[in-house]
């Protein structure tokens, strides 16, 4: 996606871009997920998830997930290519949380540069965000696997041109926090994504966001 130029803005900001995961940080799709989740497991023959082990498996790294469900690093770009297809089909009703949308304008009203890294597709990123906020995004890459988001987050700082100390990746689980790190950028946890407020402080963010309202805190506003 081709860069966008960035809006004029006097203020002093600790950071100009704002890089953000879709599934859990923006879009509301956990419920979708853990629905279509044993679904998955059969088709691909790793362990379902009982019901009364979500909770417990939202306090889990993803690594963790996957070494108690069975499934193989190899076999998860299948498993996320089949969760891609069926958010396509059958995700119609997966939406941005409350305000999320609203966030993204404002803070690119306050002089944000905002891109997006996430393991979804850009047919889904498109359609859940919409065309505002789609065309709000400097850059995006989509498609991104699961622990392989460092790379796509040093090509958003490459293709913007802002140095890793002025951007952070926005997410809401420990494996963003690693890409994160990886790439040279801070962190912001959003708690009402799919991990828990505990395991996400677990990673040390350089911002802690409790509501969908904060986002605006990333302006420094």
């Not at 995961?21 to 497991?41: E, K, P, V």
């Not at 002025?166 to 690693?178: H, K, L, N, T």
């Amino acid at each position: 996606m081709a860069s966008i130029p960035a809006p004029s803005s006097p203020r002093a900001r600790r950071y100009d871009l704002a890089v953000f995961d879709l599934d859990g940080t923006l879009a509301d799709s956990f419920g979708f997920f853990i629905a279509n989740h044993n679904r998955l497991a059969q088709r691909h023959r790793f362990a379902a998830i009982a019901e009364h082990e979500v909770e417990m498996l939202r306090g889990w790294s993803p690594r963790q997930i996957m070494r108690h469900t069975r499934l193989p690093a190899w076999r998860l770009p299948l498993v996320a290519r089949d969760f891609r297809r069926l958010m396509r089909d059958e995700g119609q009703a997966i939406t941005c949380f409350p305000g999320a949308r609203e966030a993204l304008h404002q803070l690119h009203a306050l002089g944000m540069r905002l891109a997006m890294v996430t393991s979804n597709s850009a047919e889904n990123s498109r359609r859940i965000l919409g065309e505002d906020c789609w065309t709000l995004l400097a850059h995006v890459e989509c498609g991104a696997s699961l622990f392989g988001k460092a790379r796509r987050l040093r090509r958003v700082l490459a293709r913007t041109g802002v140095p890793a100390s002025r951007a952070i990746y926005v997410g809401d689980q420990a494996s963003d926090a690693e890409a994160a790190r990886q790439a040279g950028m801070a962190f912001a946890a959003v708690a009402w994504g799919y991990a828990t407020a505990d395991s996400l402080q677990a990673c040390q963010p350089q911002a802690y966001l409790a509501e969908v309202s904060e986002l605006r805190r990333l302006a420094g506003d």
